[in-house]
């Protein structure tokens, strides 16, 4: 019993760190919705009201975001949305840390170590995925028109 209850626990904590550096970029349009919802509680949308405010104020800062970072050419402009992204999910990659670490480590200087080194890497996975997954798109009103058709058949369908 011993055995297995070490054998959950250890795969409990991979499925922890798994679900925090998947969805480190979605921290801050999550603190954006709760902090929208909560507004909206206290000042009376009631409970059929408050989730959908705050679902829609998450997914608006998410999409807005999203077409900032990939709209812009300016390097310092995407740095800022990046930041603001990151910054948010390396203080919750802080605790998230500290809390492991109070778990297996005694010593709280080491504590401290593998909590701001948990910090370094969800900040940096948040920043990773939102820079490398989208590319600077060129804004040019006449692509619609300009462009050549794809191609429908394949290089085999060519060949029968």
């Known amino acids: 019993m011993l055995a297995l209850g070490l054998l959950l626990n250890t795969v409990g904590l991979g499925v922890i760190c798994w679900l925090m550096f998947t969805l480190a970029v979605y921290i801050l349009p999550f603190f954006v ?5 909560f507004w909206a509680y206290h000042s009376g949308a009631g409970v059929l009201g408050t989730p959908i405010v705050a679902i ?8 807005i975001a999203q077409v900032a970072f990939a709209m812009t050419q300016s390097l310092i402009l995407r740095a800022v949305i990046a930041a603001v992204f990151a910054l948010p999910a390396t203080l919750a990659g802080y605790h998230l840390a500290l809390a492991m670490a109070h778990l297996g480590v005694p010593s709280p200087a ?32 006449n ?14 369908a060519h060949q029968q």
Do not use: E
């Open 33 to 37: 919705g709760l902090n929208a919802g």
């Open 56 to 63: 829609a104020a998450g997914g608006i800062t998410l999409a």
């Open 110 to 141: 080491w504590q401290q170590f593998f909590a701001c080194l948990g910090a370094i890497f969800i900040g940096g996975t948040a920043w990773t995925r939102l820079t490398v997954l989208t590319a600077p798109r060129q804004f040019d009103s």
């Open 143 to 156: 692509a619609a028109v300009v462009s050549d058709p794809q191609p429908v058949l394949t290089a085999t």
